[in-house]
């Protein structure tokens, strides 16, 4: 099957690692203020094919991702889930689970060719949502989420990430915030 029916997502097709423990991450801390750490991580595209959903035809990638902080073994972060293509409505979409209780379906307008795309999903969309278990949901409320992907050249890519959370008991909204440059290794 031709990666060109992929469209912007036909380059992530393969394994990639990070750059050693330099990727960044902002996140709450058990006192639920900030920490700040630097991770690896290992990413995996798979293609599917066509995913046909009665008129409307979707080309996907199965996606996984690991992340370990700097110096630990035991990963502190997991996603799996599926990038799709929609060329008839120019849309890209990122639908994944957190095995903490999270699941987001985001979605934004790109074109074919693009080498930078991004996608959001927000709490109560019906298309683009976010939908977390009770106690996520009642602590840490994740409001939007959003992700840009920009191809560097043709081995390497980076990701910039923006999870805002209300935090319970806090008035501002926490920015969660994680960014990766990824190089190809398969």
């Known amino acids: 099957?031709?990666?060109?029916?992929?469209?912007p997502l036909a380059f992530l097709i393969g394994k990639w690692d990070s750059v050693e423990d330099n990727g960044e991450n902002r996140a709450p801390d058990p006192d639920r203020k900030v920490e700040n750490t630097k991770f690896r991580q290992e990413m995996e595209f798979i293609p599917i094919?066509?995913?046909?959903?009665?008129e409307q035809k979707l080309y996907g990638?199965?996606?996984?991702?690991?992340?370990?902080?700097?110096?630990?073994?035991?990963p502190f972060h997991e996603e799996v889930g599926y990038w799709l293509w929609d060329a008839e409505n120019q849309q890209v979409m990122k639908s994944f689970i957190v095995p903490r209780g999270i699941s987001v379906n985001a979605g934004g307008t790109t074109t074919f060719d693009s080498r930078k795309f991004k996608v959001q999903a927000a709490v109560g969309s019906e298309t683009y949502?976010?939908?977390?278990n009770k106690f996520l949901n009642e602590e840490f409320k994740t409001m939007n989420y959003e992700i840009e992907i920009g191809r560097l050249d043709e081995n390497t890519f980076s990701y910039d990430e923006d999870t805002q959370i209300k935090i319970k008991g806090q008035t501002e909204i926490f920015h969660h915030t994680e960014k990766n440059v990824m190089k190809r290794v398969l």
């Not at 099957?1 to 469209?7: E, N, P």
């Not at 094919?49 to 009665?54: L, T």
């Not at 949502?129 to 977390?132: D, E, L, M």
């Open 1 to 7: 099957m031709s990666s060109d029916l992929y469209g």
């Open 49 to 54: 094919g066509d995913v046909n959903n009665h």
């Open 61 to 74: 990638l199965r996606y996984s991702t690991v992340a370990w902080e700097e110096g630990d073994d035991e």
């Open 129 to 132: 949502g976010v939908c977390s």
